[in-house]
């Protein structure tokens, strides 16, 4: 079965602290993965897309690394702060077609 | 550029009612999908629209839910008769490409209560 893992379900750091979120899969035959925040009541924010063929993406303060050997992906957050508060989701594309299977989520809280 | 939105935000119907609910995507934007999350649930994927046709809607729970999208524009989900375990967040997507870069673009969601 194909299901994506997202440990821990929340974490609450220090501001200005370096952090890392955990996506694991259990088929390492994806297509491409993407990680997305939601914040309370809104809808998802894309954050950074991975194709299977890529080891990682950064944009700003964000960094999404890909080993589909061991079926994992991280999520590293420089410099955290207040605003950066949120549920961050990972979901992968095991199929081809856009299909997207969803982690449960890790909900961030950075403390000022 | 406008994004993705939906209609209604939030609907509260009684069991056995009707409910539609409507999603614009990106303009330009052929690749239309629906998910939903229950409470305490993983979001999971209901059905994915290539321009008007439906490509995969093996996510779609029975035949209780009726998505359309005339013309390849906008889409409508609808739900009748509604049961009480219908309720959670619907939120649609859209993307540009297909293949490797397919970058989904969500909606805010409506949120569907049903009593």
């Known amino acids: 079965k194909q299901e994506v893992t997202q440990i821990p379900a929340a974490l609450s750091v220090p501001e200005g602290e370096n952090l890392v979120l955990n996506c694991s899969f259990t088929?390492?035959?994806?297509?491409?993965l993407q990680w997305f925040r939601q914040d309370p009541g809104k809808g998802l924010t894309s954050l950074l897309l991975i194709q299977s063929s890529q080891r990682e993406q950064t944009s700003g303060r964000l960094n999404a690394s890909l080993d589909k050997s061991s079926g994992r992906s991280t999520l590293y957050i420089a410099a955290s702060q207040p605003g950066d508060s949120a549920t961050y989701l990972c979901a992968v594309d095991y199929n081809q077609g856009g299909k997207l299977i969803f982690g449960q989520g890790t909900e961030l809280s950075v403390k000022p | 550029e406008a994004g993705v939105t939906q209609f209604p935000s939030h609907s509260v119907i009684e069991k056995g009612q009707t409910v539609t609910l409507r999603c614009d995507p990106i303009s330009g934007h052929d690749n239309l999908y629906w998910y939903r999350r229950v409470m305490g649930k993983e979001i999971k994927f209901l059905l994915h629209f290539v321009k008007e046709s439906k490509q995969d809607e093996s996510g779609m729970p029975n035949n209780r839910f009726l998505a359309e999208r005339t013309g390849g524009t906008y889409s409508t989900l609808k739900v009748q008769p509604a049961e009480l375990e219908d309720s959670g967040v619907y939120f649609c997507?859209?993307?540009?490409?297909?293949?490797?870069?397919?970058?989904?673009?969500f909606g805010p969601g409506t949120r569907l209560t049903v009593l």
């Open positions: 088929d390492s035959a994806i297509y491409n």
């Open positions: 997507a859209s993307s540009l490409l297909a293949g490797p870069n397919n970058e989904q673009f």
